[in-house]
C-alpha cells in the first residue's frame, strides 16, 4: 500500500505564482509571503490596494494579486492616505523600505501616524539602500560598512541608527506598532501574527498599524545569506528588539 500524501505546505492564493527577481538570501520574499496570507486568511485581497514605494520594495506589485499604486519615493504613507479617504471602503497597506520610510519619507510617515490614518504599513529594515548601490540608511548599524561610510558608520559623525518602531509607537494616532523579524520559523509566526493584528486595526477602524521588518541584504552586506541571518540575530536584534511597541486594542479591552 502507498503512502498517503500529506500536504504541509500550500502557497498563498493572493501570491503571483512567478521567479523571483530579489538576490539570494534577499527576505523581501519571506514578507511578501506573510503579507499575502494575512490578506487572504482576513479575505481582503479583493478589496485591498497596495501602495508600493521606490527601493527594492516597489516591485511588490509583481507578486501579490491586488490593486496597487506606486507612490513617488518617501510617499507611500501620502497616496496611501489618499486612498484611504478617496475610498475608505478599500483595505489600504503601504510596503517601505527603511531608506524610503526613515530617510526621504520620515516626515510623511511620522504625519500620517500621528493623525492616525486608517492605514497599514510594513517596514522593511535591512539597514541598507538595497537597490540604489548599498548607501548609507538611517538605521545602517553603528561600524557597518556602506558605499558612503566605507570605514563603517561613526556615531559621532552619522549619529545612531534610528529606531523606527520606538518613535512611531510614541504618536497619539498610532494603534498598532510592533518589530518582528524572519530569520527563522518561531519568529516568522511572531511577524505573521503581527501583521495580522495591524491589519485588524484597519478593519476595525482603530487607527493606525505599523510592522518594521528586520530583514536581510546579503549583497550589499556582502555576506553569504547564511551569516547574513546570523547577523540578524548577533547584531540587529540586541539594537533593534522584537516585540510589540503599542497596542491600543489591548488597553482598551
Known amino acids: 500500500m502507498q503512502p498517503q500524501e500529506k500536504l504541509v505546505f500550500k502557497p498563498s492564493e493572493v501570491l503571483v505564482d512567478r521567479p523571483t527577481h530579489y538576490c539570494p538570501g534577499c527576505q ?22 497596495c501602495i508600493g514605494s521606490i527601493g527594492c520594495s516597489v516591485f511588490i506589485y509583481n507578486y501579490l494579486k491586488v490593486d496597487a499604486v506606486e507612490a513617488p519615493h518617501g510617499r507611500a504613507p501620502a497616496v496611501a492616505t489618499g486612498a484611504k479617504r478617496a475610498r475608505p471602503d478599500k483595505f489600504v497597506f503601504a510596503y517601505q523600505g527603511d531608506g524610503d520610510l526613515a ?15 486608517r492605514i497599514s504599513i510594513i517596514f522593511v529594515n535591512n539597514t541598507v539602500y538595497g537597490m540604489t548601490g548599498g548607501q548609507m540608511a538611517p538605521t545602517t548599524m553603528i561600524g557597518q560598512a556602506t ?18 518602531a520606538e518613535i512611531i509607537s510614541q504618536l497619539g494616532g498610532t494603534a498598532y506598532c510592533a518589530r518582528v523579524a524572519v530569520n527563522n520559523v518561531g519568529n516568522i509566526a511572531k511577524a505573521k501574527k ?5 491589519f485588524e486595526v484597519q478593519l476595525n477602524g482603530q487607527g493606525f498599524g505599523f510592522v518594521e ?9 556582502k555576506m553569504t545569506p547564511i551569516d547574513a541571518n546570523k547577523r540578524i540575530e548577533e547584531e540587529m536584534i540586541p539594537y533593534f528588539p522584537l ?5 491600543r486594542t489591548a488597553e482598551e479591552e
Open 28 to 49: 523581501h520574499g519571506t514578507a511578501h509571503r506573510i503579507v499575502a496570507e494575512c490578506l487572504e486568511e482576513l479575505g481582503l485581497a479583493e478589496n485591498a490596494v
Open 103 to 117: 530617510s526621504i519619507g520620515l516626515a510623511e510617515i511620522m504625519h500620517a501616524a500621528n493623525r492616525g490614518e
Open 147 to 164: 558605499t558612503t561610510c566605507p570605514a563603517g558608520r561613526c556615531e559621532d559623525k552619522e549619529g545612531m541608527p534610528m529606531k523606527m
Open 194 to 198: 503581527a501583521v495580522k493584528k495591524a
Open 213 to 221: 521588518f528586520l530583514a536581510t541584504c546579503p549583497t550589499n552586506w
Open 243 to 247: 516585540g510589540v511597541f503599542k497596542d
